[in-house]
């Protein structure tokens, strides 16, 4: 029923340091579009370096379409002309693209190429329906932060928003006892993250305190504001490890897939997950045995302990150990 998320660094990045880490690291975003006339659009980015953050990258291509954008279809979207060169990384550039219909939807998304022919993945993809969307997202509540496998495992609450493009994850070192720093807070992602967590291995060496902020964006490319900082490391590099039981993902779900619970164990030793309905009627108990202190991830397969997938409907997962009970809500469709 549960299954242990380990995080070596070596597993977590043998892949990119064999050739793709510059590719992770050349993904631009685009900032937000903005009108330029009737039939015409203005969008900015930042530009970023050839080798992640550093030099000048080689070459832009921005593609358009009626639909959203990803790398599968990225060769029939229509290339746009008229981009400038890449600037130096950090330099906010921009572009007007023309012709456009008005009250049409248009997508648009951003790749980059380095000096030895590597291309980016593709960026947060900005949509436009003839009217300018300035309005940012909710700002994402419920950051928690703990301790897993060589880092800190953040999570917090899916945001509301209908047109969502997903979340970015802001550090700061601080200083042991004096509280959340006021910055300078770094991205750590460089594409947009689709669910609300993120793994942070890439500790600083000898930091005493690190605290967590999180940001999520639309699809207009507007950002909210960071959320309230989070604690993630102690005095001395001792994590902060605490109860915890996070959103389910993907939340809702449907009946027929299975939705993973995240959990965060203080100690090691006996526990569970109760499945509740709405009237508090028990559905489902997952015993996760003995399992170690740390980040641990509860797959409920949508049955109930007769083996029948549940109906439709507002669930609630609990986590119970000893005198331990948290939950989580959970939405189940058809």
Known sequence: MSRRRRHARWRRWLLPAAGLIGLLLLTPALAHAQEAGTDSLTLRWTATGDDGTVGRAALYDLRMSDATITAANWASATAVGGLPAPAASGTAQSCVVRGLVPGATYYFALRVRDDAGNWSDVSNIVRWDGELDETPPPVPGGLNAGLSGDGVHLSWDPSTAPDLAGYSVYRAVGSAGAGAPTGPYTRLNAALLAAP??????????????????????MSGNESPQSAAVAGLETGGAMALAWHIAPGYPNPSRTDQPVVIPVILEVAGRARVDLVDAAGHLVRRLDLGRLGAGYQEVEWDGRNEAGRIVAPGAYRGWLVAGDVRLSTRLVRVP
């Not at 500790?203 to 999520?216: E, I, N, Q």
């Open 197 to 218: 967590e993120y793994q942070d291995d890439a500790l600083p060496a000898g930091a005493s305190a690190l605290w967590y902020r999180v940001t999520a964006s639309d």
